[in-house]
């Protein structure tokens, strides 16, 4: 089959039909494949073109696995254009929270508590939708044959199982098997649990194409899915919950419980902890049943869930956590790999080999296809995550695409921790005015944290008023916890307002989910570089790494600083999407200037870079020049 029979553009960008060509010839020799291209180059639908030829010709399926929901619409929407010429079943799978209508009609239910909800409604048939299910056969079946043969969103899913009053989520199931493409997010394909919906046990991995999104992620995010925090606090929640809810046993088993743990806690006060030391230590006197018939009543007692449903009351996440927690302890016993950490405020049971659990969801398909803007250098990132460099395909996608972007790394700030004075969030502020005050359009400015974000906003807004008048600019800042409805309404009021200011933050929604084509944005602006405060999760991480033969300096790289880069050069493309693109980037941090950052930089970063300690008149000059001299070019 040839790629332009599929592909739904009159022309490929320059770049795109060799790396569809490559990922092609993968899936069909069943090789681990690795594509590095940058943000804009039109990866999706080149990878689509590959996978789905060679799908084609050998019977294949796709999983195509997003970080977000957000980049899930988007390859929905790719998937869309490819269908005008090439109609192929596909389908995208959600959590089931996202589907849920009952819990819409219902009291409050948070995503933490709601697996435990909607099994405890199923199974004492208090779900309407769910049973409806098994008698709209016929129904269902054209809605299935419906919702793939169309790639129709979730909201119209929605739509029509509120009409034929059926679950969606169940719909959404069924589609699964139906389909030849299945996009979803990355819970689906690297969480053991969740993906066994998404792979029965009967289905033959060898037959299936995994394409995962953004791969640089990938280890942060097993790593997060694999950790169970029991914060101190909640089991004191817990204690109160279980006397407001009349269990008087659970409630006095816990109270004996954290009075032992808080005595352990103290006495030890070495961040890694000795799981069977901790164990005995929590369970006193007791015999060894008395944990797990507690850890049972924890995770299943019906009695919590029957008070709520009849007091119409959210069900206590405190319980299901401290359950959660404590089962999984349990379950941990045999493997090194998963230490019990803790910190001043909290427990942890952390999977210290992410690598190994990726491996595990990912080892056995016909073909599994990385994407990532940011891989460099990919040597450490295929180690990284427990791939072999020798039997990987690394594909450098490369355009010819012509920028004039400047970067600017300003030496004279930074915030390092303890840097971090009211002068020096004064300084930063005045820079960022001065750069404001000298662009003409649109600038999007990224902090490494919300508190830096707050502690700078204040005399950013007083620098800029104080400095143009006049000039009045929408000024949008990033708050923790938006929903998907401020984001949006924010990004119109940005787009809308020309000239305006975002002041968000390096890894948010942002930062990483949103795009600034065209003239959306002329200047972005990194303040600070966002290493990860040291943390006993992270001590442990180290330890397991130095332990499978990384040097000290590659487990710096690995948990620090590459993802703190990464982040960085993210916000620093926002605005750099089409060829052609004139803008300028600024690194206020002296920590960027050191060559060994620099060589990690994409060289669109790197063409025309200057760097040095500039005061601000000095920086207001060198952005007015440079787009001064654009405009004339
Ligand atoms: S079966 Fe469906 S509608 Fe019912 S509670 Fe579960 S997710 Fe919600």
């Given at each position: 089959m040839h790629l332009e029979d599929i592909f739904p553009y009159p022309d490929f960008r320059p770049g795109q039909k060799e790396l569809a060509n490559a990922v092609y010839s993968a899936c069909k020799n069943g090789n681990t494949f690795v594509a590095e291209a940058m943000s804009g180059f039109g990866k999706t639908a080149a990878v689509l073109a590959g996978s789905m030829s060679a799908a084609a010709e050998d019977g294949l399926d796709i999983i195509y696995a997003c970080r977000t929901k957000r980049q899930v619409f988007r390859v929905l929407e790719e998937l869309g254009r490819f269908s005008e010429r090439f109609p192929v079943r596909a389908t995208s799978l959600f959590s089931k929270f996202d589907y849920c209508l009952l819990r819409q009609k219902s009291f409050g239910i948070t995503p933490e508590t709601f697996k435990w909800y909607c099994s405890f409604q199923t199974s004492n048939n208090l779900c309407s939708y769910f049973l409806n299910v098994a008698f709209n056969h016929d129904k269902i079946a054209k809605l299935v044959d419906d919702q793939t043969g169309n790639s129709r969103p979730i909201s119209e899913l929605l739509r029509k199982g509120t009409e034929l009053h059926v679950c969606p989520y169940e719909v959404a199931r069924l589609s699964l098997a139906r389909s030849k493409v299945v996009v979803t997010t990355y819970h689906y394909l690297l969480d053991k649990n969740s993906r066994q919906i998404l792979i029965p046990g009967d289905k033959a991995l060898g037959k299936i194409v995994a394409v995962v999104d953004e791969a640089h992620k990938v280890r942060d995010f097993v790593s997060g899915n694999s950790t169970t925090t029991l914060p101190f606090s909640e089991i004191k929640s817990c204690i109160e919950d279980a006397r407001n809810l009349y269990l008087p046993r659970i409630c006095s088993a816990i109270s004996e419980l954290n009075d032992r743990l808080v005595q352990f806690c103290s006495k030890n006060d070495h961040w890694l902890i000795k799981k069977e030391a901790f164990l005995n230590a929590i369970t006193g006197n007791y015999p060894k049943d008395w944990l797990s018939d507690l850890v049972f009543e924890l995770s299943t007692n019906s009695g919590v869930a029957w008070y709520s449903v009849a007091t119409n009351r959210n069900l206590p996440g405190s319980i299901i956590n401290l359950g959660s927690f404590l089962s999984a302890l349990l379950s941990s016993l045999?493997?090194?790999?998963?230490a019990l950490v803790k910190s001043d405020s909290a427990l942890f049971l952390t999977d210290t080999r992410p690598s190994r659990r990726f491996l595990e969801a990912t080892t056995g398909f016909r073909s599994l296809v990385l994407l990532s803007?940011?891989?460099?250098?990919s040597s450490l990132f295929l180690r990284s995550i427990g791939l072999d460099g020798s039997s990987t395909i690394v594909h450098s996608a490369t355009t010819d695409y012509k920028f004039r972007v400047r970067t600017v790394i300003d030496c004279?700030?930074?915030?390092?921790f303890k840097m971090r004075t009211p002068e020096m969030y004064s300084k930063i502020a005045r820079k960022i005015a001065s750069v404001c005050s000298s662009t003409p359009g649109a600038i999007g400015v990224f902090f490494p944290s919300y508190s830096l974000l707050e502690a700078v906003r204040g005399p950013v807004v007083s620098e800029i008023e104080r400095a143009?008048?006049?000039?009045a600019r929408t000024i949008l800042v990033e708050r923790p916890g938006l929903t998907n409805q401020d984001s949006e309404d924010m990004m119109t009021a940005f787009k809308s307002n020309h000239g305006s200011l975002l002041l968000a933050v390096q890894g948010g929604r942002f930062s990483e989910g949103e795009d600034f084509p065209?003239?959306?944005?002329d200047v972005s602006m990194v303040v600070g570089l966002s290493l990860p405060p040291p943390s006993p999760k992270m001590y442990a991480e180290y330890r397991q790494l130095e332990a499978n033969h990384f040097d000290k300096h590659q487990a710096y790289m690995v948990l620090s600083l590459l993802p703190a880069l990464r982040k960085a050069f993210q916000c620093a493309g926002r605005h750099v999407r089409n060829p052609g693109k004139v803008g300028m980037v600024f690194?206020?941090?002296?920590?960027?200037?050191?060559q060994g950052i620099i060589e990690l930089m994409p060289s669109w970063l790197r063409d025309d870079l200057v760097k040095g300690e500039y005061d601000i008149d000095t920086i207001g000059s060198i952005t007015r020049e440079f787009f001064l001299a654009a405009r004339v070019q």
């Open positions: 045999d493997s090194d790999d998963m803007a940011t891989i460099n250098p004279s700030v930074t915030t390092r143009t008048p006049a000039k065209g003239d959306g944005m690194f206020l941090d002296s920590r960027f200037a050191a």
